[in-house]
């Protein structure tokens, strides 16, 4: 069954990914990681939002990266795989959370497509 808000949020993370994806393949001294970063911090935070939505379930206030994996793994052992606790960043929003090594951000960005792979595809019958 289709569902819009998630649809959207998945496409935005998509997007996000791919600005992260691109930022990544420059020569590391032209890397703007703060770009990278921003970008797979939040293209995560969407696809955990939209597995969640597809699940009928609210995201708990305050929303933080954190918060949403938590519920995603109540819902769905799969989330587990996902490991934040390198995120200097996963309960803050401060600009000083944020990091700068490219292979820090790299790292980040792998996380992100990790997530999508959990949280957009379907469960596999066991």
């Known amino acids: ?5 998630a649809d959207m949020l998945v496409q935005e993370a998509d997007k996000l990914v791919r600005f ?8 590391e001294e ?6 990278v970063c ?4 939040q293209s995560i935070i969407n696809y955990l939002a939209s597995f969640l939505h597809r699940q009928g379930v ?4 305050p929303v933080t990266m954190a918060g ?28 000083e959370a944020y990091c ?7 790292d980040c960005l792998r996380i992100a497509k ?4 959990i949280a957009v595809e379907a469960a596999p019958a066991y």
């Open 1 to 5: 069954m289709k569902n819009p808000s």
């Open 20 to 27: 992260a994806d691109e930022e990544i393949q420059r020569a």
């Open 30 to 35: 032209d890397v703007i990681t703060h770009s």
């Open 38 to 41: 921003f970008n797979a911090r």
């Open 58 to 61: 609210e995201p708990v206030k």
């Open 68 to 95: 949403l994996l938590e519920q995603c793994q109540n819902i769905d052992g799969r989330f587990n795989l996902i490991d934040i606790s390198e995120f200097g960043c996963k309960h803050d929003d401060k600009p």
């Open 100 to 106: 700068l090594g490219v292979d820090k951000v790299a």
């Open 114 to 117: 990790q997530t999508r792979a």
